[in-house]
Nanobody, 119 residues
Framework: QVQLVESGGGLVQAGGSLRLSCAAS????????MGWYRQAPGKERELVAR??????NYADSVKGRFTISRDNAKNTVYLQMNSLKPEDTGVYYC??????????????WGQGTQVTVSS
């Protein structure tokens, strides 16, 4: 059974930084893409950043402030968040596109970690 465990959320003042981590474990044969979504209160979940085969994509709202990276040996994805703004507040969810037999290839999700940025 595959599990994604996130860490690193918390409360920070505007302009501060946080680093999120997400480690995948289980009977993993291969991990394709990994990334982060977030959901603010009353809003839909939105893609923040993703990394796939060394390529990265970012939401326009976080470009230049957030950096996604990945440690393949540890099956872990990171999100370094700098110059945080109150509008970055929300629950951040990690996902990973994983093939873990005997299950078919699919997306797995973490439990979410709260990020709160105070003004």
């Amino acid at each position: 059974q595959v599990q994604l465990v996130e860490s690193g959320g918390g409360l920070v003042q505007a302009g501060g930084s946080l680093r999120l981590s997400c480690a995948a474990s289980g009977n993993i044969f291969s991990i394709y893409g990994m990334g982060w979504y977030r959901q603010a209160p009353g809003k839909e979940r939105e893609l923040v950043a993703r990394i796939f085969s060394g390529s990265t994509n970012y939401a326009d709202s976080v470009k230049g402030r957030f950096t996604i990276s990945r440690d393949n040996a540890k099956n872990t994805v990171y999100l370094q968040m700098n110059s945080l703004k109150p509008e970055d507040t929300g629950v951040y969810y990690c996902y990973a596109d994983i093939y873990a037999p005997p299950s078919p290839r699919r997306d797995y999700w973490g439990q979410g970690t709260q990020v709160t940025v105070s003004s």
